[in-house]
């Protein structure tokens, strides 16, 4: 019966690590780990999680862009793919190249907030200048 116990909390376990493990894939980004949440809320398009994951951080393009680099000629490769060919050939590996929290989607949703912000700013002065202009033409005919 010990034994019997044993079994079944040893497959309870593995079970628990299992639903985990899923959660995980179907929750976070498996190149930069973030939330779909954020994703789906911060995406710029109705796009969302399921294209971040196909299109921008397909995870299977990163495992042919390694095994394009183990093949290529070391001599023969560009200064961009030698720095990822060396962090992938250190021990332990260096994972640095991986945009880990980072998207160039996230990031473009960010900016354009920051141009709406100038857009505001700029169109402020403009209506700053028109105001100076009217001032001036009315000292202008005044006097």
């Not at 019966?1 to 909390?9: E, L, R, T, V």
């Not at 160039?104 to 505001?120: F, N, W």
Request: charged share 25%; hydrophobic share 30%; with cysteine.
């Amino acid at each position: 019966n010990i034994i019997f116990g044993i079994i079944i909390d040893t497959f309870g376990e593995l079970r628990e690590i299992k639903n985990q493990t899923e959660n995980d894939i179907n929750s976070k980004c498996f190149i930069c780990s973030i939330d779909r949440y954020v994703i789906d809320r911060q995406h710029l398009t109705t796009k969302g999680f399921e294209y971040h994951t196909q299109e921008d951080h397909y995870m299977w393009n990163y495992l042919n862009f390694a095994v394009y680099l183990v093949n290529k000629p070391t001599e023969d490769l560009t200064g961009p793919e030698l720095h990822v060919h060396n962090c992938l050939n250190s021990l332990p590996i260096n994972c640095s190249f991986y945009p880990v929290n980072q998207a160039i989607a996230l990031e473009a949703t960010d900016d354009s907030d920051d141009d709406s912000e100038v857009k505001a700013n700029l169109d402020r002065h403009e209506q700053m200048i028109l105001e100076l202009q009217q001032k001036l033409e009315k000292k202008q005919t005044g006097s």
